[in-house]
């Protein structure tokens, strides 16, 4: 493999870096003089990240100015994977949320009205998954805390639809995260209307006059819209309608069609004020996007590999097979949580000896992301498992995809075997019944109906989970398919 | 600055330890002196073209010589290990917040996961979805394997999902992970069953504890099956591979007894696999079969009869007694121990193993379960035919409508009312015996002996419908018993 070879012919120095000037290979080299992507697409240096290489210098290289610094490669490489992995995994907040300047200023403004102004509010943050809906919101109330007023006012509950399943353990939350436990004590409410009016009642300020603000944020939205009548959502929507309270109830969801979920009492209180994140990014700004990801913030510690590095990722993203490959990635999902799944399998396979990511790295993760599962695992079935499923391929087009049971492949696998001579497969049917069940238990043939639990096994309908495709690319990747099983498969495709 | 959260979690992060600096720069230093070794790049995809080194894995974040030892446990598994191992990174960088590992039934994934896990000395906590019944074992489990058996005891009686994240919260930012922690669960596909929530949650847990937490789930079911209808995290996907023919062969003959060489075992592996390798390619039941059988294999060697070396003769000798237990070990119809007391024996009590033809039943419920299986198979207007004494001269076309495509015994056993039974049990029974009032208790215990089944009959109460729930050869076998040719009276067979 190129990537193999590679790395074997890198002689390797620690503190010279010899790596990018060295061909590695030519598309490298020819281009390490390209400017790295202007700065104003690169993320810029986190306050975090300044406060870490900080330190750094400190301990290891006393006291040397960033740009000249350098390191060894090994802690290079290590900076590298600690940094990206930030980005890719950890929710790491992006310095400004990259396309989404408009809703992002209208969200700061929406709470500030809430936060300084007392004015109550409801809003709905809905895009895709992976779209960056929690990201926005955590950005935004990043930035609202740097301002005295909101963070000395401002009073924060958040919920999740997966983790508050019902409104008794969501009321729970409530007043755990308002520490509000001592104060509610062994009190019994006769309704969650009542129950939360005490504990919006129990954050009124000093002079009573008027209470604190309340930010109510519901991950998640539309599960709660499942909850018993809804309560939750009636009561957060009815209080900040109704000003007896400020209340501000940001939900964020994948669903579009949310607003149906809920009922006519909670949709008439809601604002129906909504924020969509819906992307209508061009190819080229994805491109842009992939480059921005990948590439090292200015902070970093060593100037010179960062250089290096971002070069050589503006290189990658100009390669042919490359762009190739995050077009077909672009044309499925141009959301930041799938590129990073992309670009975390990429850098992976960044090391001390591969300091760079190749095309070859990109095609290879490309090609781990698209895989078939269900192919996969047809490569691994029995020979006898495999006739099975042609079987069935034969009597789904004989039958125009009719349900099956057991009895009628058995007998249509054994119309192949009369055709020949040997008896190789001749199995007996307790055998050919433990090969169906495993079908069945892997999922990829499925009882066409559950009331059948009663008939017995070998006349329960069934029916294949796998299309043409499939099973072609199956019986093409399968290892020492015999010849007579292969035209016996073609012929159910002609 | 930035949230309070924000900054819990990056807190492990900042405070990078300097021994680890040195310690890698030490460690860079060192293999200055020999020619770097290759990392082992993994090749994606995998499957036939697989191009890999047999090599050692190698990571700057872990002990050599600890690698080394997981390497030789995990022969055959080397890529997949790699680029295990790969996306793990070094312990104490984020790792993909969900890893999802599928592949066929003893494919290894349970093998190499548990090999980094414990080798590795990871912070990890493994639990098998079958054992875990209740979420609150789960929870339990995670919390006493990470936090100590306090934390595990704050859970309340029965925890919500709500508990389980608010508690890990609360104990992680006590003691924040230093090292990512891992969350092993073996067959995921049980979490389909659980709570709508669970899975969803434990893939993004994550997010939602904001710890270093990374969650990998086993199963030997593709992902497509098991996404939410409104979707979730992605995890990363990992296919493992079935093992071929050669890597079984390889891995098989590490179990060699000691007072064999290893060629002969090896030989026998062989000999087993070409047996077994076309219905079954579990290394797990090989193994099982393969140790129950070599003594088997050995007899003739210990008797002096053979040589070691004669494996014709030796192959000669033990493959009708692997086709035998093909059979009934690999069906399961017999234990494993009740096939170890009938090889000492060696009676003929082999042929007809096939278990319940061994059912001793009364002579009248023989007939009545003949005639249930006439009146399942038979179309009821081909009764008269068949037992009307005189019928005249009705010719078999004139009641054949070949029309029907498929024959009664591909389709299944119909069901028929309780008078049809009985008429069609007269007529079989002859005047042979009389009818007594005892027939009823029988066709009752049939039923009970799962050889009937009693149709649902919901709508008419007073006739109940039956099925006949026996096969072609038991009910052949019954019948030589009571001398009734019953291929004449089948509808099928004429
Ligand atoms: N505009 C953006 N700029 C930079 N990073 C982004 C942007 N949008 C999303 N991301 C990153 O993409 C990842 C996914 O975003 P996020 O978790 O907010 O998605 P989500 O919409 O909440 O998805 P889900 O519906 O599954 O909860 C995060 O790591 C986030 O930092
Ligand atoms: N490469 C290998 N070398 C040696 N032994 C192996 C190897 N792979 C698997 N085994 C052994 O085979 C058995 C089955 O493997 P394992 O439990 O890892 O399978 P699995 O993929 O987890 O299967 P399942 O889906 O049934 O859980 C184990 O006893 C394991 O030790
Ligand atoms: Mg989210
Ligand atoms: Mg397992």
């Known amino acids: 493999m190129g990537v193999l070879t590679c790395a074997a012919a890198i002689t390797y120095k620690p503190l010279q870096r010899v790596f990018f000037r060295q061909p590695i290979r030519g598309d490298l080299q020819s281009k390490a003089e390209v400017v790295i992507s202007d700065s104003a697409e690169l993320p810029r240096k986190s306050r975090h990240f300044h406060h870490n290489t900080f330190r750094f210098f400190h301990t290891i290289m006393s006291k040397r100015k960033a740009k000249d610094a350098h390191l060894p490669i090994g802690e290079c490489i290590n900076q590298v994977h600690q940094i990206l992995r930030k980005r890719f995994c950890h929710q790491q907040l992006p310095d400004k949320p990259e396309g989404l300047e408009a809703q992002h200023k209208h969200l700061v403004e929406l709470l500030k009205r809430t936060a300084v102004h007392g004015e109550s509010n409801s809003v709905l943050i809905v895009g895709p998954r992976g779209a960056g809906k929690t990201m926005l919101l955590r950005s935004v109330l990043r930035d609202l805390s740097e301002e005295t007023e909101v963070q000395k006012n401002l009073l924060q509950v958040h919920l999740n639809g997966l983790l508050q399943t019902d409104d008794r353990i969501a009321l729970k939350e409530i007043t755990r995260q308002l520490h509000l436990e001592n104060v509610v004590g062994d009190r019994v409410f006769g309704s969650f209307a009542e129950n939360l009016g005490f504990l919006l009642d129990a954050l009124k300020k000093g002079d009573r006059s008027s209470s604190r603000p309340v930010l109510f944020v519901l991950d998640e939205f539309d599960l709660f819209a499942h909850h018993k009548n809804q309560t939750l959502l009636y009561n957060l929507f009815d209080v900040s309608q109704s000003a007896q309270a400020p209340l501000a109830v940001v939900g964020l969801t994948c669903r579009l069609d949310v607003l149906e979920l809920l009922e006519k009492r909670v949709k008439s209180r809601f ?143 054994k119309k192949f075997l009369q055709r020949k001579s040997s008896s190789l497969y001749n199995f007996e049917q307790p055998v050919i019944m433990k090969a169906f069940e495993h079908l069945q238990q892997l999922e990829l043939i499925r009882p066409a109906d559950s009331s059948s639990a009663k008939t017995q096994r070998e006349y329960q309908l069934m029916r294949l989970m796998l299309d043409h495709g499939q099973i072609m690319e199956a019986l093409q990747k399968y290892p020492q398919c015999p010849t007579d099983i292969k035209q016996w498969a073609m012929s159910a495709f002609a | 600055m930035h949230q309070s959260a924000e900054n819990e979690t990056c807190a492990p992060a900042k405070s990078y330890p300097r021994k680890v600096v040195f310690s890698i720069c030490a460690h860079i230093q060192q293999r200055e002196m020999s020619p770097p070794e290759p990392v082992f790049v993994t090749p994606a995809g995998g499957g036939s073209e697989q191009s890999w080194m047999a090599g050692l894995l190698e990571h700057p974040g872990y002990d050599e010589e600890r690698l080394r030892r997981v390497s030789e446990q995990l022969s055959c598994r080397e890529v997949q290990a790699g680029l295990l191992l790969s996306l793990m990174g070094q312990p104490q960088q984020y790792c993909y917040p969900s890893l999802f590992i599928y592949g066929h039934r003893a494919s290894g994934k349970s093998h190499v996961v548990n090999v980094f896990m414990k080798d590795l000395e990871l912070p990890h906590v493994t639990v098998s979805c079958v054992e875990c019944v209740s979420v609150a074992l789960l929870f339990e489990k995670v919390l006493r394997s990470f936090f100590g058996c306090d934390a595990a005891s704050l859970l309340p009686r029965s925890p919500s999902l709500s508990d389980f994240v608010r508690i890990y919260r609360q104990q992680s930012s006590q003691s924040p992970a230093k090292q990512t922690r891992y969350i092993v669960m073996e067959k995921a596909e049980l979490l389909r069953d659980a709570d709508v929530n669970l899975l969803p949650a434990l893939l993004r847990l994550q997010e939602l504890v904001k710890d270093n937490v990374s969650v990998i789930l086993l199963s030997e079911i593709v992902w497509d099956k098991f996404r939410p209808n409104t979707g979730c995290f992605e995890p990363l996907l990992l296919h493992f591979p079935d093992y071929s023919k050669g890597e079984l062969q390889q891995i098989l003959s590490t179990d060699r007894h000691p007072s064999y060489s290893a060629e002969f075992y090896s030989s026998y592996i062989n000999i087993l696999l070409g047996v077994f390798y076309p219905v079954c390619r579990d290394l797990r039941e090989l193994r099982h079969l393969a140790a129950l059988n070599f003594s088997k294999f050995c007899e003739p060697v210990a008797a002096g009869k053979v040589k070691e070396m004669d494996t014709h003769k030796l192959w000669k000798n033990i493959e009708p007694h692997l086709k035998k237990a093909m059979q009934t070990v690999y069906l399961r119809e017999v234990s494993s121990l009740q096939w170890e007391q009938m090889e000492e024996h060696e009676s003929g009590a082999l042929r007809g193993l096939s278990a319940h033809t061994h059912v001793e039943l009364p002579y009248y419920s023989k007939f009545l379960l003949i005639a249930a299986y006439l009146a399942s198979y038979n179309p009821a207007r081909t009764d008269k035919r068949f037992f009307l004494k005189h019928h005249g001269k009705i010719r078999k076309t004139n009641f054949l409508k070949k029309n029907e495509k498929t024959s009664n015994h591909l389709l299944g056993p119909k069901p028929f009312p309780l008078d049809r039974l009985l008429a069609v049990f007269y007529s079989v029974v002859d005047s042979r015996v009389a009818p007594t009032a005892s027939i009823f208790s029988q066709i009752s215990s049939l039923v009970t002996l799962q050889l009937l089944t009693l149709v649902s009959h919901d709508d008419q109460l007073d006739t109940p419908k039956y099925k006949c729930a026996v096969s072609l050869d038991f009910i052949s076998a019954i019948s030589r018993t009571v001398n009734f040719d019953i291929v004449k009276y089948l509808y099928d067979f004429l």
């Open chain 1, 271 to 413: 604002s129906h004020r909504q924020i969509h994140l819906l992307s209508t990014l061009t190819f080229s700004h994805y491109l842009d996007r992939v480059r921005a990801q990948l590439s090292l913030p200015d902070g970093f510690p060593d100037g010179k590999f960062v250089e290096e590095w971002n070069a050589a990722v503006t290189t990658l993203c100009e390669d042919k097979s490359v762009v190739e490959v995050l077009q077909r990635h672009y044309n499925s999902s141009k959301d930041f949580r799938s590129l990073h799944m992309l670009l975390m399998l990429c850098l992976s396979r960044v090391s001390v000896a591969k300091p760079a990511i190749t095309p070859a790295d990109l095609l290879d993760a490309s090609r781990l992301c698209v895989a078939d599962a269900k192919a996969n695992m047809l490569h691994g079935l029995s020979i006898l498992e495999l006739c099975l499923i042609i079987a069935m391929k034969h009597l789904n087009d004989v039958y125009e995809g009719e349900p099956f049971n057991l009895q009628m492949v058995h007998n249509e696998f």
